[in-house]
């Protein structure tokens, strides 16, 4: 176990990447402390980590408020005794694009992205020095690399955390305390419906049957919530241990694609073709996972 006697703060584990993280974290033998402002969804993701044996606890903190960011940190260390990882992953808000500008929308982007980063790190700090070290991870996206239309505030927020993660890096690389971001690009996937559904032993006949499809090719395909939770648990491991102030991107090619290669028909499928290969893998997904439970 990569993270065993840690403690992990995450913040939006109530959902999607976030509880993928919350759960592979777990895993690693880290108890973790689930921070979201959906306590069902918190209350979910408690619910399977501790189904597989594992220990987690949920907090409702808002990251947007400094009172919700002391209540996540201060209760990790009041629950669990100490705190060594920090992985800022809420997000909410939304900006329209420039012509339709919403302020309050892309302030909330700003705040739960950037603002609860820089945050939550004063915050963590002096529980890290007093764990002797710490890691935090920030999820960026691939909206910091690339321009996307409609989306000025959050790729403004997503650059940001990259600006922070790498200032932060070398001021707190003195602490032993290092600062990382993973940049997703779209996320789909099913290893975790597969664990859950099916069991572990599954995931090499699903990767056999669905991994070229559902994971490499053709790019650009939706990323596994369980490949960014595994790059995110790389960063804050010891494995990472001379790594700091880096952006790791998790997104199946999609931030080397240039806007017009991405969108046009050559060499790539067409967005209508993608789709539509979407939706029969998920058909085949789905005739697949209910052979295979009736099989067992
Ligand atoms: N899903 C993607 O395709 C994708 C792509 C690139 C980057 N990202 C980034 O990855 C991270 C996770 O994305 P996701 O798809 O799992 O998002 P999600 O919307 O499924 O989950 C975000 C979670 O954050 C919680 N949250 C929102 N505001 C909060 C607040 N103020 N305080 C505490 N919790 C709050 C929500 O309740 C939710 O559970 C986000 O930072 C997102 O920007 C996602």
Redesign the pocket.
């Not at 921070?35 to 959906?38: A, E, K, L």
């Not at 920030?138 to 909206?143: D, G, K, L, M, N």
């Given at each position: 176990m990569r993270l065993q006697g840690k403690v992990a703060l995450i913040?939006?584990?109530?959902?999607?990447?976030?509880?993928?993280m919350a759960r592979l974290f777990a895993r690693e033998g880290a108890a973790v402390v689930v921070?979201?402002?959906?306590e069902v969804?918190?209350g979910e993701t408690v619910r399977l980590i501790e189904a597989a044996g594992g220990r987690a606890c949920s907090v409702?903190?808002?990251?947007?408020?400094t009172q919700?960011l002391r209540q996540?940190i201060d209760g990790a260390v009041e629950t669990y005794g100490r705190l060594d990882m920090f992985l800022?992953?809420?997000?909410?808000?939304a900006s329209g694009t420039i012509a339709q500008f919403d302020r309050a929308g892309a302030e909330?982007l700003l705040?739960?992205?950037l603002m609860?980063l820089m945050e939550g790190a004063h915050y963590c700090l002096p529980h890290m020095q007093q764990a002797g070290g710490g890691a935090i991870v920030?999820?960026?996206?691939?909206?910091a690399l690339v321009g996307v239309p409609g989306h000025p505030a959050?790729g403004a927020?997503?650059a940001g955390i990259l600006g922070a993660v790498r200032s932060m890096a070398v001021e707190l690389w003195p602490y032993k305390v290092r600062v990382n971001a993973?940049?997703?690009?779209?996320?789909?996937g099913k290893t975790w419906t597969v664990i859950d559904e099916l069991g572990e032993e599954y995931l090499p006949e699903f990767e056999a049957r669905f991994g070229r499809d559902m994971r490499h090719l053709p790019l650009p395909v939706?990323?596994d919530?369980m490949a960014?939770a595994q790059a995110a648990l790389f960063l804050a491991s010891d494995e990472a241990s001379y790594i700091t102030g880096q952006h790791l991107s998790v997104?199946a090619g999609l931030g080397m694609l240039r806007y017009d290669v991405f969108h046009g028909p050559e060499p790539l499928d067409t967005p209508q073709a993608k789709s539509q290969r979407h939706s029969e893998l998920q058909a085949e997904f789905e005739a697949w996972l209910a052979a295979k439970k009736e099989e067992r």
């Open positions: 913040t939006g584990a109530g959902s999607n990447i976030g509880r993928a921070g979201d402002t959906d969804g918190g409702a903190g808002d990251v947007s408020t919700g996540s800022s992953n809420a997000n909410s808000g909330k705040i739960v992205n609860a920030a999820t960026s996206s691939v909206q959050y927020a997503k993973v940049c997703p690009g779209g996320t789909a939706p990323t919530p960014i997104d």
